[in-house]
Nanobody, 124 residues
Framework: QVQLVQSGGGSVQAGGSLKLSCAASTRTGRWNYLTWFRQRPGNGREGVASISIGGATYYADSVKGRFTIFQENGKHTVSLQMKSLNPEDTGMYFC??????????????????WGQGTQVTVSS
């Protein structure tokens, strides 16, 4: 079974930066997108950034120009570099991967494999 292990995150002041990483324990399994989601208090999970197996990237409007998703370590790890963070970015962040398409890649119901979650807290 595929396991996704997250690292990074933490607390930062507004305007600061953080990096999240998601390492897959195996490259088996049918997948073509890896996506970062966040869950803010009282809300459902929302997709913030997605990358296809071919390297195409997709972002939620709220993070465009501030967040960058990219592959590392020969595509075994997908990281999310977050800059210009603001308090509205606070939440639990999850990575997930699955088989989907560019139209649906930011939707949580497209994914079967999830990381354990990492807290990001941005103070004003």
């Amino acid at each position: 079974q595929v396991q996704l292990v997250q690292s990074g995150g933490g607390s930062v002041q507004a305007g600061g930066s953080l990096k999240l990483s998601c390492a897959a324990s195996t490259r088996t399994g049918r997948w073509n997108y890896l996506t970062w989601f966040r869950q803010r208090p009282g809300n459902g999970r929302e997709g913030v950034a997605s990358i296809s197996i071919g390297g195409a990237t997709y972002y939620a409007d709220s993070v465009k120009g501030r967040f960058t998703i990219f592959q590392e370590n020969g595509k075994h790890t997908v990281s999310l570099q977050m800059k210009s963070l603001n308090p509205e970015d606070t939440g639990m962040y999850f990575c997930a991967y699955g088989w989907t398409n560019s139209f649906d890649c930011l939707k949580p119901d497209q994914y079967n494999y999830w990381g354990q979650g990492t807290q990001v807290t941005v103070s004003s």
